[in-house]
Structures are given as C-alpha cells and as structure tokens.
DNA sequence: CAGGAATTTGCACGAATATGCGTATATTTT
DNA sequence: AAAATATACGCATATTCGTGCAAATTCCTG
C-alpha cells in the first residue's frame, strides 16, 4: 500500500468516525505505531488534522451526513431528476445510468409506479431499496470504484440482455460536434451499449457539462432523444444542439 | 509495445484499481522501472495522474464521501466480523453473501489485503468502496429488495463462473438437525449454490441464531467447513454442532 | 539508401524516502 | 509516586527516485 495512500485513507477515516486512534490504525493496516505516528504528525503539520494524545481529531468538527449530501445535491440536479422521472410511465423498463444526477431520478421516482428498473449503479439500488412498487435489475460485472458502477465482459453481456424502454445516460460532458462523452473508455463502451439495448436514451445535463468535451465519445450528438436541461440556462448556449437536431427539454 | 500504448494502459489500470504501483508495472509489463518511472513522471508533468512514492494514483480520487454510516451494528457481530476477515489471506477470492454480519466484514477487511471480492449484494459493494487493494465483483440479477440481494437465474448463471476460496454464508437460523435455513427458498437456492463454487464455506452467527429452524435449508449442519460464533457463548449450547461434526471457532 | 538526429530503453550510482527498532522522554492512569 | 501508555529522536536498512550515460532503435533528410 502507497504510503500518500495510506494518509488519505486516514483522512477518510477521520471524517468518517471523528477521530483516527494510533493503535488501531497500526492494527489494521499492519504497520508499526511509529509509522503512523509519523503520518499523523506530517498531517497535523500540513494543517490537515489535529493531533492528539492516542490518535487524531478531525481540525473542524464535520457537519453531520445527511445536510453534507443534501448540499452536494444541487438544486440542479433534483429539479432535472424530478423531470425525468415525471417521464416514466407505469409499466416500462427503465434502464439508469450511475452518477449523482440519476440517483436524484430514482430517488423521486413516484411511488405508485410500478416500473421495472435496470442499473449497474449499487448506489442507485440502495436509493431504490424502498420504493415498494419498483422491479429492480442490478446488472453485475467488475466494479469501477472510482465511479461505483459494474463494467466488462459479463456486465456487457447482461446488457444484452435487456430491451429497455427508456435509458437515463450519465455523462461528464456535451459538445455539439463532439457529442456525449465521458473520461474512461470501458464506462464509455457500457453506455453505448446500453443506448443501443434501449428504444429512447435521455441525457440530463446541468449547465457546467455543456460545450465541454471528455476523452471518451460515448454517443453522436443525434444519438439521444433527447436533452434535459435546467430550465435557466441561456436560450442561445443550446441552439447548437437544436440545430444538430436535439430535441431539448427544459426542467 | 507501443509508448503511448503503454501509458494508456497504465491510466486504464490507474480507472480500474485507483492505483499503480511502479514495480508491479515493471515486472508485469516486462520493462525496469525506470521506463514506468519516465512513463510516470511524465504523465504526471501531463496532469493524467499524481505521482506519489511507489507508484501513482488518480488526479481526484478521494472527495469526501458523506454516505450516512451509523454503524449500529453490535459489539457481538463486529467480533465475529473482525474473526472473519482475519481469516482472508492475500491474494485469496472470497464470497461475501448479503447481510449485516457479512458486512462487517468488509468493513473491517485488512486495507493491506490484495484480495478478489464477490458478492451479490450491492450494499456489500459500498462497504468497499474505499478499500484500496480489494477488486469487487458484483454478481447481478433480480434485486431482493428485503434482503438487498441479486437473485434469479442471471445471478446463478453470474455464479457458476466463480471458483471462491471462501464463502461467508449468511443465514437466519441455525439448527443441530435441520441445519442452516433462512426465509425464502430463491435466496436459500442461490446461497447453497455459492456454497458449491466455493472451496471453504464459513458461518458466521450471533447467539440468537442457534437452535432454531427457518422454513428453507441451504445446507445440512455438517455441510461447511467452520461454525464462528461468539466466545461468551455457553460451551454447552454448542456440544449439540460439535456432535454433528462442525468445526468451532470462537471470535 | 546512407548517415545523422531524435527517441527509447536499460544500467550505474548517489540522493531521497519509508519503515522498524531501541532508547529516552513525555503524558496519562492508577 | 509508580505503572502503563504514548511519543519523539536517532539510527540502520531497504526501497524508490532522479540523473547522466551509453546502446539500440526509429525517424528523418538529403
């Protein structure tokens, strides 16, 4: 294990149980005291924790989780998920995407819709484990960490699987030339395979992602049915996806 | 092989396990360490990833991630767990079934174990999100919404390409005649099916689990390969398992 | 096609970094 | 005050790193 590795894993772990103990993380990690010690010190000199007798304190006390996630939820973002799950009708297959943007989806989906959902998002599950009408397809495969979502081979065969009636794409960027893309290669296979088991794909865009462009081409700009886009953003800055033939969607 | 061939691999290797260590690179791609290491430093000097001692990791890897985690699980099963994952050794592909007591032992898996985890549990999956070396296979299927697990026949075909080394099986119920049981006979289906990919099967089971029946058996008492419960549990209470022929370990 | 320039790779070696141990010191607990 | 624990420092060792250099390969140009 790398040791700039280790200190952010420390770092994680503060945040997580406001206090890191010496002796414990030495036990875990399989290191001696000095080592970490070592790492606490350095940190606390970085200004990035407080050292104390036995262990660590987090330098300002953490707000508590659940107004840090309302926060990292934009207002954006929720009014584009409310929009796109007012588009689900009861009794379709709707195949999401990962990323924060469609967990808003399934988080507003309407509980009186009973609607098969597919997704190789365990997150987006975990927003769905208590919605009482929805059918839900978890498509397994080898994780991606970074963006908690199954990918290769059998991920891609699972997907074959399925005929979906609507796809929710995430993407990190819209380029009216360059189209939808994303910064990994494999993620952008799985979704274009994913686009092409679906009859609709829907992109929801915030205002940050458009005329950007991502390594990764995941669909021409023609490729999906449609953009949904907050509702404020500048009539102008979208002509160019109208003009490539988009139809737009205001939320 | 290529340069550029050779870097692009190296940043698809950095996506999938959210590092690269130099050496490994080198031995694996057959090459001294300082090619990886010019790859790297100029990589770095590219802004494609950060250099750090040993190796290299990604630009932004780790944001805060505020996912509410009121660990409530009891002392008891935080023991059992800690027992489990010390069982784990390097290298090792373990399955973990679904359920609180297994995901103590994701949470408390070894950050410094290089090991292949399967589970079919999405909520599992996110036990893992932060650990450095682990590599997640997710196996997909039919979500249980009660018990957060893929199941159905995608999940027992998923299943059936996987040789564990060990299983952590989860149950409901334990019983000296009736053997391991839980509630419902699809999930009980799937875990006896896991139980034959896998070399080793372990039980992990609180007190209030002996000696009592549910309406599905997974498997015969004497069909795994260890019993781990609590110390403090009465000797007596456990003649009955030992009789029938279960290896005991007390966490 | 010949020959020089540029690129790539591996090796040597001194410098930098990381880790563990022993020992002395500081802090907390009893 | 004594015991237990935690800490800091110096030192030894093992990796890892960067640089200079040479050999091999590829590219370019006349």
Known sequence: MLTSQRK?????????????????????????????????????AEKLLKRVHGGALPLAPDLPDFSARQAVSSEEKRRLGAYAASMIKSGQTVFLDGGTTNAEIARQLPKNLAVTIVTHSPTITGELEHHPLAEVILIGGKLYKHSMVATGAAAMVAIASIRADIFFLGITAIHPVHGFSTGDFEEAAIKRHIAQCSAET????????????SPCQILPTKGVSGLIV???????SLTPYRNAGVPIFLA
Chains 1, 2 share one sequence.
């Open 202 to 213: 829907y992109v929801l865009a915030t205002a940050e992602k458009l005329d950007a462009a």
């Open 230 to 236: 907050p509702s404020d953003i500048p009539k102008e």
């Open 8 to 44: 952010a894993l420390i770092l994680d772990r503060l945040r997580r149980n406001g206090q890191v103990i010496a002796k414990a993380l030495a036990d875990d990690l399989e290191l001696s005291e000095d080592t970490i010690r070592r790492d606490l010190r350095e940190m606390a």
